[in-house]
């Protein structure tokens, strides 16, 4: 079936995607928690990375950001962001298939993130999804997400 720009798609960014990412991470990260411009830029155009969209009637309503590190078989999720107004439709499930799809073709047998301990919807997502929780990182974040500094490392085997 052909998708129409009313047809949720996911796909890789582009540099014309940035000005919606910037938006969308200033919605889902307020103040100094969100990465800067100048940081999504980096990770878009110039970092060993995979960036997901999804898109509906043209507009960013997630996001999704693989690091890869040359000669790893381990990829690291740096962030996820779904539009606050979009939440609970799948956009994030969808995100990280998708995701995961990109590290399987790029023969990654391992996936960790890092997720606030306090971001329960978050944690359920990776839980469903089938990620385990291998360590307790205190103190990771240098501003509070979710109420906590601490995060929890979060693995899965794609293998």
């Known amino acids: 079936m052909p998708t129409t ?22 919605k889902c990260f307020p103040g100094t928690i969100a990465y800067t411009p100048q940081q999504l830029c980096y990770l878009l155009t110039k970092a060993n990375s995979t960036v997901l969209v999804e898109t509906h009637c043209d507009l960013v309503r997630g996001f999704i950001i693989i ?32 995701a995961e799809d990109d590290m399987h073709a790029r023969h990654i047998t391992r996936v960790r993130l890092e997720v606030s301990t306090q971001n329960t ?36 085997d794609l293998s």
């Open 121 to 156: 919807p978050a944690i359920g997502l990776y839980q469903h999804a089938g990620y385990t929780t291998t360590e307790l990182l205190h103190n990771y974040y240098t501003y509070k997400h979710h109420g906590s500094r601490d995060a929890f490392r979060m693995t899965k």
């Open 5 to 26: 720009p009313h047809t949720p798609t996911i796909r890789t960014a582009t540099p014309d995607d940035l000005p919606g990412i910037i938006t969308l991470e200033n």
């Open 67 to 98: 690091l890869y590190r040359r000669g790893s078989t381990t990829a690291g999720i740096e962030t996820i962001d779904v539009d606050p107004d979009a939440r609970r439709h799948g956009i994030a499930r969808r995100l990280l298939t998708a």
